[in-house]
């Protein structure tokens, strides 16, 4: 690759099974390395404009990529070919993601900082498809039901286990889940106090996760929206002794000593709450 002062690496870079790695470059070229041996790459992909972002699918057939010219590939490994996703990718693709059969890839979308902005000078992104995640198939490139649209970026979104619905996560302060057949939002938004960066998907279907930077992650159910967080700190507690199973001390009933090491055994330590007294 070339320096490419104004391209970072593809997504900050992308895992793609066992040993590789995703990465494109100011040089127009998105690879796929291998990391053992470390150096090996497959035949490059090349298009008339840098890439800032992409994905791998779950089998690693598939390459996804969008590019600075408004457009998105499905780059077909272990061939020549590409399908183009259908439309221009006018906004700032914030992230790209397969579904776990890698049927449906989506693009979560917003306002890019550098324009294009409306003519009066407001500041406000010319953007016809900003602050959406769009999903597509990925044997036609075509779109797969409405747009998902949010009132301001869409910074992260993932696909249930079953593929058949969407989190999405906004600088809008809030995340919504989505059924991917009809475009509509299942549930009330789940609010946080700023921007929500992050979503995931329990294993079961039946939970999401969401992360802001005000209060951490919270939990919610993803049929009802609610918010099991506070279920959880209403009703859980310790069922073991928080400290003083190990107690710190110098006397001869202490188990460790001012040092942390346990008494009578060489090279042992104990180092976490349970040295504690009491408290």
Request: overall charge negative; hydrophobic content about 40%.
């Amino acid at each position: 690759h070339r320096p490419f002062p104004s391209w970072r690496l593809l997504d900050g870079g992308k895992m793609a099974g066992p040993g590789r790695c995703q990465a494109a470059c100011a040089d127009r070229a998105v690879r796929l390395w291998e990391l053992d041996p470390v150096g090996e790459s497959t035949v490059p992909f090349f298009n008339d404009a840098p890439a800032s972002h992409g994905a791998i699918s779950p089998d690693v057939s598939l390459v996804a990529t969008k590019h600075a010219d408004e457009r998105a590939f499905l780059w077909i490994l272990d061939s020549d070919k590409k399908i183009a996703l259908e439309g221009k990718f006018s906004g700032h693709v914030q992230y790209l993601a397969f579904s776990a059969d890698g049927k449906r890839v989506l693009a979560a979308n917003g306002s890019s900082p550098w324009g294009p902005f409306t003519s009066d000078n407001t500041g406000e992104s010319a953007y016809v498809d900003k602050n959406q995640a769009s999903v597509y198939d990925t044997a036609t490139g075509k779109p797969v039901g409405p747009p998902l649209k949010h009132d301001n970026t869409v910074l992260h979104a993932s696909f249930s286990p079953d593929a058949e619905r969407i989190v999405t996560a906004s600088e809008d302060k809030t995340a919504r889940v989505w059924d991917l057949a009809t475009g509509e939002a299942l549930g009330p938004p789940l609010k946080h106090n700023t921007a929500v960066r992050y979503v995931a998907w329990c294993p079961d279907g039946k939970r999401v996760a969401t992360a802001a930077w005000d209060d951490g992650v919270c939990i919610w159910d993803a049929a009802s929206g609610e918010q099991l967080k506070s279920i959880i700190r209403a009703s859980a507690g310790t069922g073991y002794h928080p400290v003083g199973t190990c107690r710190m001390g110098n006397d001869e009933m202490a188990v460790v000593d001012p040092q942390l090491r346990v008494r009578g055994v060489a090279g042992l330590y104990v180092a976490d709450a349970s040295i504690m007294p009491r408290i």
